[in-house]
């Protein structure tokens, strides 16, 4: 089951050794810059950006993985678009009069724009993967414990609850099939295990709740905001965030980056395309060259 | 005499919808440093009186309260347990509940930021505890990857953080395996004896931790029946709950010996003193070369086969390396090693569950396997529908057919999953259970033993993964000890369970192994022999 979900486990890695709140506003940064580019050969070279980091945090396989997954988002996102979209010149498929919805012409422009935001779909969620599994949780979650500790702690409870619940369906399902008869069948059979799930739950959320009744859940307080000496893996980070944001705005307003899909795809590469694309890789990357004063 | 630290004064407590009380008029006083040792059978009343005095009941689980606990001169009608976590750190039985954090530097930290301490007092306070427990070198790790005896470390950690005056802890050691328990004991002693940490510790294997404890508190029936030092409990126990007796107590009291000894070096130095022991012991048994390895009688064919079965995870270490085992019909296994030995694994790859990525298992016929937690099983809201009249009759729940199997007794709970899985009609081959006794106290696991004893009489192969060697010997007739994957020694259970500390019997324990006597009875008959044979001489 450990195998089937991903969640933070402290490694050897720059991303890992940079403290919570910059590692979160790092990514912050790359979904600004995702969301702020349409042209495709800098998201792609934001995709491998992001995947390469994804190696450097050690979580590489991981986010491969994640990426094949997501093939079930951005598949969807292009489909529907290709059938919706009215704007596009270069038509290569007809389905004819579609009544109220006027003529099914699926264009190439539709299929570029498709394929353009589920690549910053794509992009949104392995950043949102590689957050889970190089930032702290507990460490996020104790800067917003600051604002409102409750919900923080609700939040971390239900990451750290996941796993466990996981590990406790996979236990009941396999004692299930160890009945002679083999797991309950038929739909009054699946309903009384449905319960028994929920019933199991139920009674381990008890448990937690006790613990954190006896711990002062109910008298908890703000946590004290700690005082820690900067890393140079946070000032590289922190330092990276930053330009990352900068080439985004600077990209955009200079025009670097221009991305037109209707009527006709317009999407030139010129040397500020090939400079930001490189840019934005060295931003990215840089901070993983630098190993000193890592740990596992 | 100082003020108690905890008290109560004629407590009665009913649960939510429950007429008979959990606690009957509790009266008792608990003084700073003391170690309490709550002793008393399953359903009666020991994990009520921890909740109680830490406020859970009746704030958290509410019901019918009378009486007064006072907690550190705080009542605990007025204050809730958030404000009384001040003074009291909690240990229940089960780690994975009491793990709500993502590290474990963040779990210790929890409470103290919790109490409003301030960032330099956390991080203080995280340190000197992760040191204190020796748990410093896991302060960065993930709450997930621990082992079940770490996990039940760290929640320590997080109970023990605030540094309460008192710690109460229910069962702990249930789910660790003999070393693990023992030093988890041993722990809880050296926090009692150097920071005089009151500890009140609910336990069914008492031969565990009496030796430790100033104190034993004995409940019947949710009332007080017993309260004094670890003698004078034995001496009631001797008496009115032979139940609660240990298998050393036990060994001295059937052999008609005095005082009733708290451990293995009291009952030794009683046994010497009265000339049934000798002053230096022979050497361990375990060191007979005829120890190390059982051969299955290969006359019959076998139960159950492993051939060179292997476990290898695809990304990960190999869980089993290599086990060959086999069981012949009417044969008992007791299967036995640390936590992460691969006893689940090797008894899940023998009921089918697993795939070995290497070997072969072969089965003269169905594997019935019962798992950890027989909870799991449940899934009706009567027992009759569960399984078949047949099956329950055979286990001895007939007369609980209309019951509700989660509102039945640990040992009943047990037993219904050991129905479900073995079923009517077809007999299965081989009988496997997974660490079946966890907190189940010594009557409900006696009946067990001899419920599994009359399945092997009837032809049935038995094999039982436990850490817990006084079941081993009560219901197995050959041992297999496994570490790291490996079978490391496989023996008869005379052979193998007299040798050692860990994997050993108490009563093979006093007597140094002598004569394979592993229960108190084989051991007195042992002795009766020895001082037969010296009059004869």
Not at chain 1, 22 to 35: D, M
Not at chain 1, 218 to 240: N, V
Not at chain 2, 98 to 120: F, K
Not at chain 2, 167 to 192: C, F, H, K, M, W
Request: hydrophobic fraction near 50%; include cysteine.
């Amino acid at each position: 089951m450990k195998g089937a979900l991903l969640f933070y486990r402290r490694m050897a890695s720059p991303l890992h050794a940079t403290r919570a709140g910059v590692g979160a506003l790092w990514l912050a940064a790359l979904s600004v810059a995702i969301i702020l580019m349409y042209h495709p050969l800098v998201l792609l070279a934001l995709l491998a950006a992001v995947l390469c980091a994804g190696a450097g945090a050690g979580v590489g396989r991981l986010l491969a993985r994640s990426m094949r997954t997501g093939a079930i988002v951005w598949l969807p996102i292009v489909v529907v678009n290709v059938l919706v979209s009215r704007d596009g010149l270069t038509v290569f498929a007809r389905l004819g009069d579609l009544g109220p919805f006027g003529q099914g012409n699926l264009t190439l422009e539709a299929v570029v724009f498709g394929a353009v935001i589920a690549l910053k779909v794509m992009l949104l969620i392995l950043i949102t993967t590689l957050g889970s599994l190089a930032v702290d949780p507990d460490e996020t979650l104790r800067i917003l414990r600051r604002l409102s500790f409750r919900s923080a702690l609700t939040a971390s409870l239900a990451t750290r609850m996941i796993p466990v619940l996981g590990a406790d369906a996979q236990r009941l399902a396999e004692a299930q099939r160890t009945r002679p008869q083999g797991p309950p069948r038929g739909a009054r059979g699946r309903v009384a295990l449905l319960r028994a799930v929920i019933g199991g739950s139920l009674d381990r959320a008890m448990d937690v709740a006790a613990t954190l009744e006896v711990r002062g859940f109910a008298t908890a307080r703000r946590a004290p905001r700690l005082a820690r000496p900067w890393s140079r893996h946070d000032i590289a980070f922190l330092a990276s965030a930053i330009a990352i944001v900068g080439l985004a705005l600077v990209g955009r307003l200079a025009g670097a980056v221009r991305f037109d899909a209707y009527p006709e795809v317009h999407a030139p590469i010129g040397a500020g395309t090939i400079v930001l694309c490189v840019a934005f890789l060295a931003a990215v990357l840089l901070p993983f060259g630098d190993r000193r004063g890592i740990d596992g | 005499m100082t003020a108690p630290l905890l008290s109560f004064d004629r407590v009665t407590y009913r649960y939510p919808g429950v007429d008979a009380p959990a606690l009957s008029e509790v009266t008792i006083e608990i003084q700073p440093g003391e170690f309490c040792l709550l002793a008393g059978l399953s359903g009666h009343g020991k994990s009520t009186l921890l909740r109680a005095a830490c406020g859970l009941v009746p704030h958290f689980h509410g019901g019918r309260f009378a009486g007064r606990v006072t907690l550190a001169g705080l009542d605990t009608r007025e204050y809730g347990p958030a404000r009384l976590g001040a003074f009291v750190g909690v240990l229940f039985q089960d780690p994975e509940t009491q793990l709500v954090m993502s590290t474990v530097r963040a779990e210790l930290a929890l409470a103290l930021e919790s109490r409003g301490h301030s960032a330099a007092s956390v991080a203080r306070g995280v340190e000197e505890v992760a040191l204190a427990l020796g748990i410093d070198s896991l302060l960065d790790r993930s709450t997930h990857d621990l082992s079940g005896g770490e996990k039940q470390r760290v929640a320590l950690g997080a109970a023990l953080a605030g540094r309460p005056a008192l710690v109460l802890l229910d069962e702990p050691t249930s789910q660790l395996d003999p070393v693990a328990g023992d030093e988890l004991i041993g722990l809880l002693r050296r926090l009692n004896q150097e920071w005089e940490t009151t500890i009140v510790l609910a336990e069914h294997r008492l031969e565990r931790c009496l030796a430790a404890c100033d104190r034993v508190i004995a409940l019947q029936g949710g009332r007080v029946r017993s309260d004094g030092d670890p003698q004078a409990f034995l001496q009631w126990a001797g008496r009115q709950a032979p139940a609660l007796q240990t298998p050393a107590a036990k060994l001295i009291s059937l052999a008609g010996l005095h005082p009733a000894p708290t451990g293995v070096r009291q009952a030794r130095a009683t046994l010497r003193a009265n000339g049934l022991l000798p002053e230096v012991m022979p050497p361990n048994p375990v060191d007979r070369p005829e120890a190390k390895r059982h051969r299955a009688a290969k006359s019959t064919a076998a139960a159950l086969e492993m051939n060179g079965v292997w476990h290898e995870l695809r990304r990960g270490p190999a869980i089993l390396r290599g086990v060959t085992l086999r069981l012949a019909p009417g044969e008992s296994v007791a299967l036995m090693g640390r936590n992460g030995a691969g006893k689940s694994t090797l008894l899940r790859h023998a009921a089918g569950l697993l795939e070995p990525t290497r070997g072969r298992v072969q089965r003269a016929g169905r594997v019935a396997l019962l798992l950890q937690n027989p909870g799991d099983y449940f899934i009706h809201e009567r027992v009759a529908e569960e399984t078949s009249a047949e099956a329950l009759a055979a286990v001895g729940l007939g007369e609980m057919a209309e019951r509700n199997p989660r509102d039945l007794s640990g040992g009943e709970r047990q037993r219904l999953a050991l129905a479900i899985v073995a079923g009517a009609g077809e007999r299965p081959a081989v009988l496997a259970l997974d660490e079946p006794t966890r907190g189940m106290d010594r009557d409900a696991k006696a009946e067990l033993a001899r419920q599994l004893r009359r399945r092997a009489d009837e032809g049935q192969a038995v094999i039982v993964a436990t850490h817990d060697p006084e079941f081993a010997a009560a219901c197995a007739t050959r041992a297999v000890l496994l570490a790291d994957g490996r079978v490391i020694a496989d023996g008869t259970a005379s052979e193998l369970l007299a040798g050692g500390w860990y994997f050993a019997t108490e009563t093979a324990r006093i007597l140094g192994g002598a004569g394979g006597a592993l229960l108190p009875e084989q051991g007195v008959e042992l002795l009766r022999v020895r001082t037969a044979l010296e009059v004869v001489a």
